[in-house]
């Protein structure tokens, strides 16, 4: 079965960086999109954002120039490098993919953004 469980959340300072793992299994990886989406407290989850299988990537406009997302297919793993983090980017951080017609979403890691 589809899993994805991510990791590399915790807490950071205002302007610093983390980078967060998404390992993946249950379906091919390499062939199908990814992407991540955050969920801060008490409010809607939300895009941060994409990369296809051929390495395009996309963002959402709140992140562009800060968040890398890269794919790593021999090891079935997505990545999110957070960088320059703002204290309101404090939320749930989800991997999420769309196969065979069912979206999969892991458990998330949180990631805390204070001094």
Same mark, same amino acid.
């Given at each position: 079965q589809v899993q994805l469980v991510e990791s590399g959340g915790g807490l950071v %300072?205002? *302007?610093g960086s983390l980078r967060l793992s998404c390992l993946a299994s249950g379906f091919p990886f390499s062939t199908y999109v990814m992407s991540w989406y955050r969920q801060p407290p008490g409010k809607e989850r939300e895009w941060v954002? @994409?990369?296809?299988?051929g *390495?395009?990537?996309s963002y959402a406009d709140s992140v562009k120039g800060r968040f890398t997302i890269s794919r790593d297919n021999p090891k079935n793993t997505v990545y999110l %490098? #957070?960088?320059s983090l703002k204290p309101e980017e404090t939320a749930v951080y989800y991997c999420n993919v769309? &196969? @065979?017609? #069912?979206? &999969?979403?892991g458990k998330g890691t949180l990631v805390t953004v204070s001094s």
């Open positions: %300072q205002p *302007g954002a @994409r990369i296809d299988t *390495g395009t990537t %490098q #957070m960088n769309y &196969y @065979r017609d #069912m979206e &999969y979403w």
